[in-house]
């Protein structure tokens, strides 16, 4: 051996040297493999968190059906009773609205016109079955149709002003307004109560809307609930575009 490679001080850096690099290499390895299992990890936890979130939302939908269903099955019901002249009509609508809730509520997003469309067609089937008790007034703008909604997110509200709305002097007052400003959904549904009405329960639909809302439009919604001694009213702010 070269007189170099003899002195102990080269041999303890060679030592070392050799050490390190192989400690370099294996460390290496090591956060590469451990970076390859995280990032599965992450993934698998992401795809878990997405099921839950499909799953709770299909949920609170079911639970949102049979409500629905019952609203309106009653009220032909009641006009098949009668042997109304007006039940083929009721009957007509009906199934659009059975259409609508069969076939496009499990789409993520439906035109925001077709579901203004089924809010009216409700509303007729309540005035028929309210007839000269329900003043029902609708302003809806005209809406382009590539704007898009989460489907059933309105009609619940409807649903719930003439679910707990009373008659006062003679009639159940009911006021729907909506329009659409920069990508913003703007909608307001007032229901007539009782002097004094003390009714602060929150029913199942108004809570699975909430929990629907922030699922779907978590930093994208304004809900606003109050209520006098005349007026029940919702304000509904979604900020959405057209290609939502």
């Known amino acids: 051996?070269?007189?170099?490679?003899?002195?102990?001080?080269?041999?303890?850096?060679?030592?070392?040297?050799?050490?390190?690099v192989a400690s370099a290499f294996s460390l290496v390895q090591h956060n590469y493999k451990s970076n390859s299992t995280n990032q599965k990890l992450q993934h698998k936890i992401l795809e878990t968190q997405l099921k839950l979130k499909e799953q709770e939302l299909q949920y609170l939908k079911m639970q949102i059906h049979p409500h629905f269903l019952f609203n309106t099955l009653n009220t032909l019901y009641g006009f098949a009773l009668k042997k109304s002249e007006e039940t083929p009509e009721m009957i007509l609508k009906l199934s659009n609205?059975?259409?609508?809730?069969?076939?496009?509520?499990?789409?993520?997003?439906?035109?925001?016109?077709?579901?203004?469309?089924?809010?009216?067609?409700?509303?007729?089937?309540?005035?028929?079955?309210?007839?000269?008790?329900?003043?029902?007034?609708i302003g809806f703008?005209?809406?382009?149709?590539?704007?898009?909604?989460?489907?059933?997110?309105?009609?619940?509200?409807?649903?719930?002003?003439?679910?707990?709305?009373?008659?006062?002097?003679?009639?159940?007052?009911?006021i729907m307004k909506l329009k659409y400003r920069n990508d913003e959904i703007q909608f307001t549904i007032s229901n007539s109560i009782l002097q004094y009405q003390d009714d602060n329960k929150e029913g199942i639909g108004l809570s699975n809307i909430k929990k629907r809302l922030l699922l779907l439009y978590k930093d994208r919604h304004s809900l606003k609930i109050s209520k006098n001694e005349n007026w029940y009213t919702v304000d509904l702010t979604l900020k959405t575009s057209k290609n939502f």
């Open 1 to 20: 051996m070269a007189p170099m490679t003899r002195s102990p001080l080269f041999l303890f850096i060679a030592v070392y040297f050799v050490v390190f």
């Open 141 to 174: 703008e005209d809406i382009d149709d590539s704007i898009q909604i989460a489907p059933m997110l309105l009609i619940p509200f409807v649903e719930n002003s003439f679910k707990h709305g009373k008659i006062r002097n003679q009639k159940l007052s009911i």
């Open 97 to 137: 609205l059975l259409d609508y809730l069969l076939y496009q509520v499990d789409k993520p997003m439906v035109s925001l016109k077709e579901e203004l469309d089924h809010i009216e067609d409700y509303v007729s089937l309540e005035q028929m079955r309210f007839s000269d008790s329900l003043d029902a007034s």
